[in-house]
């Protein structure tokens, strides 16, 4: 009888599949703001199936070890995405001297 799969490696595989699947904006000549963005939206597609991953740890840790669902919820869930919004994705839309239309 073989064991169901662990609820971090299902995670861990769709993470995997995005990382595969993600085109990855390519800038070709003079960039706009259109590719600043483009190249934003693909940070926060990676972010969001990364932050997938590390709420799949928080939820197997309050199944496992007692962790509170708020703390969960608190610690474990946006984490990636939280701390790119207003750092890296600003950066790359506004930080660079293109100004937004």
Request: hydrophobic content about 45%; glycine content about 6%.
């Amino acid at each position: 009888m073989s064991r169901p799969p662990h609820p971090i490696e299902i995670a861990l595989a769709a993470h995997a599949k995005v990382c595969r699947d993600l085109t990855i904006t390519r800038i070709v000549g003079e960039p706009d703001f259109a590719d600043a963005l483009n190249l934003a939206d693909d940070l926060e597609i990676f972010a969001a199936s990364a932050d997938a991953v590390v709420e799949a740890f928080g939820a197997y840790a309050a199944s496992t070890l007692g962790l509170s669902r708020a703390a969960v919820e608190t610690h474990f869930r946006d984490q990636l995405r939280t701390a790119l919004e207003g750092n890296a994705t600003y950066e790359l839309t506004h930080g660079w001297g293109i100004n937004a239309p």
